[in-house]
């Protein structure tokens, strides 16, 4: 069963930085789509940004320019590097993994505050 653990979230105030990390296991990780969603309170889960195997990237217009995804195969791991928060950028931060059989996976999510 594939195992994601998310980390890196916390308090940010606006204008700051974070930069969330998501570890994977039991999955022949660079074959994977993986993908970073966000869900704040009362809304729908939306995609945030993702990378491909070849690391083609795809980001939300909303964070265009100020989130950069990137993964180290050799660590098993995706990053998001998160720039000029926002408060409208609180929420549970997710990482997802896709097979390339179409499977998805979930990691338990870690919360992003961005508050003065």
């Known amino acids: 069963q594939v195992q994601l653990v998310e980390s890196g979230g916390g308090l940010v105030q606006p204008g700051g930085s974070l930069r969330l990390s998501c570890a994977a296991s039991?999955?022949?990780?660079?074959?994977?789509?993986m993908g970073w969603y966000r869900q704040a309170p009362g809304k729908k889960r939306e995609l945030v940004a993702d990378?491909?195997?070849?690391?083609?990237?795809n980001y939300a217009d909303s964070v265009k320019g100020r989130f950069t995804i990137s993964r180290d195969n050799a660590k098993n791991t995706v990053f998001l590097q998160m720039n000029s928060l926002k408060p409208e950028d609180t929420a549970v931060y997710y990482c997802?993994?896709?097979?390339?059989?179409?499977?998805?996976?979930w990691g338990q999510g870690t919360q992003v505050t961005v508050s003065s």
């Open positions: 039991r999955i022949f990780f660079r074959v994977y789509t």
């Open positions: 990378i491909t195997s070849s690391s083609s990237t």
């Open positions: 997802n993994a896709i097979s390339p059989q179409g499977f998805g996976s």
